[in-house]
Structure formats: structure tokens, C-alpha cells
């Protein structure tokens, strides 16, 4: 487990540097510097992923046991830093709708966004497609021994917690 603190440390030496930015930049600066990491991180996954031939999903537990998974990708911070990613930006949305800060466009586009009609259909299409992806799968989640471990954790934390 020595990965994943190191992976943790990482992520918060960077999270001061985010936070700062956010704060005295202009806020688009902020939000595109947030998207090209994110958008880099997951190149680079793929890139990764496709150049040793590894199947890479969200669900399944069999992608831990495809060779070469952990060590190019499971345990690689710049592979692993886009949930962190979106948890501080995620952070940062909600103080800025609780401020009702008027001064960032994105948070108020996000904000006209999700009190709009379309915004409701889009997210109960959303919350549709994610039970019928996570629940599409129940047949299979025991294994025969009925313990629960066909999925990832990600997918055990999901589906317990349904």
C-alpha cells in the first residue's frame, strides 16, 4: 500500500497549487488548466493502456488481473488523479453556486445549467444510464462461492452501496 500514499502525497503537493491558481486567476484560466490535465491524464492512460495492450474498465474486476495493469496504470498518479481532480473542481462549483458568485461565467452557465429544464432531463437521463450500467451487471457480481468480488472496488463501493 505504499503506492497509494505515495499517489496521496502527490496529489496533495498539488492540491495548494490548484487551490492558489483557482483563486488569484481568472477563473476560465483555472477551468481550462483543470480540463488539459484531465484530458492529458486520460490520453496519457490510453496511450499507456494501448502500447502494453491492456483492457481498461471501470466495472470489472478482470481488468486487475490483465497483465501489466498495475504496474503501468493502477498505481501511476498521473493515471489515478482525475477522480482527485474533479473532487476539488466539484469542491469548487459548490462554493461558487453557495456564493452565488457572479463574477465566474462557468459557474454561472453550470448554475443556469442544472436549474434549467434541460438540465433536470439531462440528469435524470443520467441517473438512468448509470443504474442500468451498475445494475446490468447483478448477474454476474457472485462469484461461485457467492462472495462479493467481481467488480472493482469502485464497483463493490457502487453496488453495496444500492
Given at each position: 500500500m505504499g503506492w497509494y500514499l505515495a499517489n496521496d502525497m502527490q496529489f496533495y503537493y498539488v492540491a495548494p497549487l490548484l487551490i492558489v491558481i483557482y483563486f488569484k486567476a481568472p477563473k476560465v484560466v483555472s477551468w481550462i488548466m483543470f480540463l488539459i490535465i484531465l484530458i492529458a491524464s486520460i490520453i496519457t492512460t490510453a496511450s499507456i493502456a494501448y502500447e502494453h495492450n491492456i483492457t481498461v474498465g471501470f466495472l470489472s474486476a478482470q481488468n486487475l488481473a490483465t497483465p501489466g495493469i498495475f504496474e503501468y496504470i493502477y498505481t501511476k498518479p498521473y493515471c489515478r488523479i482525475p477522480p482527485f481532480l474533479i473532487a476539488i473542481f466539484s469542491a469548487f462549483l459548490m462554493a461558487a453556486y453557495r456564493k452565488k458568485v457572479q463574477s465566474d461565467p462557468i459557474s454561472k452557465w453550470v448554475e443556469n445549467v442544472l436549474t434549467s429544464f434541460w438540465g433536470n432531463i439531462v440528469f435524470l437521463a443520467g441517473?438512468?444510464?448509470?443504474?442500468?450500467?451498475?445494475?446490468?451487471?447483478?448477474?454476474?457480481?457472485?462469484?461461485?462461492m457467492g462472495d462479493f468480488n467481481n467488480f472493482t472496488h469502485m464497483g463493490n463501493a457502487v453496488f453495496l452501496g444500492l
Open positions: 441517473v438512468a444510464l448509470w443504474f442500468f450500467w451498475v445494475l446490468g451487471q447483478v448477474s454476474g457480481y457472485q462469484n461461485d
